[in-house]
């Protein structure tokens, strides 16, 4: 059978790319580097710096430059790094390690979670189990917000290391990475470690805790769960600025890009047309439609007819048959991925080129699934595909939405979280599952579905936003998913006529 797609109207005209996108980025950095310069001399009254990135903007390039760029201030003498987890916090340490020397970054960590730090980290900081095993002379302090944020933590720390230049507090600036990660009970914690606080992150993060469920009920303005820089972002005290470009996208999925982070002025894409591609093997039928549709870059979407009824919406058995047999012949056969590297500022490089026989980097293939059941049954099919055909580490993953965001691959494969629902609630509607799910991928996105994706949509009553008038943007009405949807090239596929 071969199937159709349809072309999306592009969102992405006026595109910036290479030098000329990576520049807005380097120029946004500037702008909040100035703000925190002029905090710490007095000049301005910052206590709270965001600086706001899409998905696959480099925000860790430049939260390293702040780091660097703040220490050269005259009133800044040390600084802490925090963010939710070892897993940001770890390679984050590396870089500071690698920029400063390993005399001047410690990494604050607990005894149980020094065999997860890789070698090379260690190489390039020191490491510190307990606050009196923190050298006073470095100047850079790393931890999670449960190890920097413990009870008597931050009392311990000022006691060690004594004040920074503010002479009140350990720290003069308190760099917070995935931001939005983090929720504001948790950042309560650790906002006294320093008297300005600055945050890096994709906003469309998916925080740990589940912002729907407020256990706040006083206050309708006030949701500990959520996301902290929702409560400053308002605030004259706050200086907020947007990195206005991605690295990560193809140039066709910036319309994709644009969507999800509609409220941007600008957004453009690192990635010219020609950058990146996928070298297939010959397919036949309804794979090598639907690959050749995912090869061009486009985000794709194919919409699934006749299948059997599923376990549950998002736990599908017979859909991730449907995967398992567009998959069989891409890896039976073996691809290529073909990318263009830059350098700092965005200008071209060379190529490389990856085969699906000699991985290197970032995993090539990873299946995603919202939930644990619906992960479990991936991982199978991960592992049958693996031993059929001898698949080196590398080729194909699978993991849960939740526990992939921050990481990179170079396709995705996905089921939509709206597949097969009945209506719209918080868990498939949350902003942050389907950023995650759509933003991961450097050369190439398929979602697959149920079929009735547009009538579940045009029949679902309009509803707010975000759940109980709180703040945030974190659930999704039926108009922006609509917006969404459209972004994509899409296809429809009858169970009974894919044939591999």
């Known amino acids: ?33 100035s703000a925190l ?6 000049a301005a009254e910052y206590d709270k710096i965001l600086l706001r990135a899409a998905a696959g903007a480099g925000k860790s390039y430049a939260l390293v430059r702040m780091v660097t760029e703040a220490l050269d201030q005259a009133g800044c003498a040390r600084v802490a790094v925090t963010a939710f987890a070892n897993k940001q916090i770890f390679p984050l340490a590396g870089d500071l390690g690698r920029t400063l020397g390993a005399d001047q970054v410690c990494l604050f960590v607990a005894a149980d979670r020094l065999p997860e730090v890789h070698p090379e980290v260690r190489a390039r ?3 510190a189990t307990t606050t009196a095993g923190i050298p006073d002379t470095c100047a850079v302090v790393l931890g999670t917000s449960h190890k920097l944020g413990a009870l008597g933590e931050p009392g311990r720390l000022l006691d060690h290391l004594g004040c920074g230049g503010n002479g009140t507090l350990p720290f003069d600036v ?9 929720p504001r009970h948790r950042y309560s914690k650790v906002e006294g470690l320093a008297p300005i606080s600055v945050g890096v992150g994709d906003v ?7 912002p729907s469920q407020n256990p706040w009920r006083g206050d309708p303005g006030y949701n500990p769960y959520r996301a902290w820089p929702t409560a400053y972002a308002d605030r004259e005290t706050t200086c907020v600025v947007d990195l206005p470009a991605v690295w990560r996208p193809t140039p066709p999925q910036l319309a994709l890009w644009r969507a999800f982070y509609s409220d941007w002025d600008q957004l453009d894409c690192v990635a010219a047309p020609g950058d990146r591609s996928v070298e297939l093997p010959p397919l036949t039928g309804a794979p090598a439609a639907v690959w050749a549709s995912v090869a061009s870059g486009a985000p794709t979407l194919v919409e699934v007819d006749g299948l059997p009824a599923p376990e549950a919406a998002d736990v599908d058995l017979p859909l991730l048959g449907v995967v398992e047999e567009l998959l069989t012949p891409l890896l039976a056969g073996g691809f290529t991925t073909v990318t263009r590297r830059y350098d700092g500022t965005g200008a071209p490089l060379g190529e490389v080129r990856t085969k699906s026989a000699a991985p290197d980097g970032d995993p090539l293939i990873v299946i995603l699934a919202t939930r644990n059941q619906a992960v479990d049954d991936a991982a199978d099919l991960v592992a049958r595909l693996t031993e059929a055909y001898d698949l080196p580490p590398g080729v194909l993953v699978a993991s849960t939405v939740d526990s992939w965001q921050g990481q990179t691959n170079a396709l995705t494969v996905a089921i939509h979280p709206l597949s097969g629902a009945e209506q719209l609630d918080e868990f498939n509607s949350a902003f942050g599952r389907l950023a995650v799910t759509c933003t991961r991928a450097t050369h190439g996105l398929l979602l697959l579905a149920r079929s009735g994706l547009d009538e579940m949509l045009d029949r679902a009553p309009a509803r707010p936003g975000t759940p109980l008038g709180e703040p945030g943007s974190r659930s999704l009405p039926r108009q922006t998913h609509q917006r969404i949807l459209a972004a994509f090239s899409r296809g429809a596929l009858s169970s009974v006529d894919l044939t591999v």
Request: no cysteine; glycine share 6%.
């Open 125 to 127: 900081v020191t490491i």
């Open 37 to 42: 310069r002029a905090s710490l001399s007095g």
């Open 204 to 210: 469309g993060q998916l925080p740990p805790i589940d």
């Open 174 to 182: 308190l760099f917070v990475d995935e931001a939005w990660q983090l």
């Open 1 to 33: 059978m071969t199937i159709t797609f349809t072309t999306p109207p592009s969102s992405a005209d006026g595109a910036r790319h290479h030098l000329q996108a990576a520049t807005g980025n380097v120029e946004a950095a500037e702008r909040a580097s």
